[in-house]
């Protein structure tokens, strides 16, 4: 399982001294950890796609925060959430998975009234 490949990068982290990239999986980590004790109530396993909606998510927050740090001229912010996002991607690489999936209506052809 790829969770498991990103603990042991966190003590590989950890002996480098990285504290950007250790931050950032010690924050993803206790993301993934939430949302295992949120399926045990449904008895379900997390797999590796649950834990990369996890970091799609994370990544996904990270944009909505670059752009508000933008409009608000907070360059401090904006910096460091420019490199939490960069860490993210990274880490979404090691998955077999789309960042970006399609949605599922898109290929559809709607109708729209007229005849």
């Known amino acids: 399982m790829i969770l498991d490949d990103l603990k042991s990068k966190l003590v590989d982290f950890q002996k480098s001294g990285d504290t950007l990239r250790l931050g950032v999986l ?3 980590l206790s993301q993934v950890k939430n949302k295992e004790i949120e399926f045990r109530g449904q008895r379900k396993e997390m ?10 998510k994370e990544i996904k927050n990270r944009k ?3 752009e508000l740090y ?3 001229s907070r360059n401090d912010l904006l910096e ?3 490199s939490e996002l960069e860490v993210y991607l990274e880490f979404a690489k ?3 998975f789309e ?4 949605h599922p209506m898109a290929n559809q052809n709607f109708n729209n ?3």
């Open 113 to 115: 009234g007229s005849k």
């Open 70 to 72: 933008e409009k608000i």
């Open 26 to 28: 010690r924050f993803l």
């Open 64 to 66: 909505e925060n670059i």
């Open 47 to 56: 797999t590796d796609e649950d834990v990369f909606k996890v970091i799609r």
């Open 99 to 102: 960042l970006e999936a399609p």
């Open 94 to 96: 090691l998955f077999p």
């Open 80 to 82: 460091k959430e420019k």
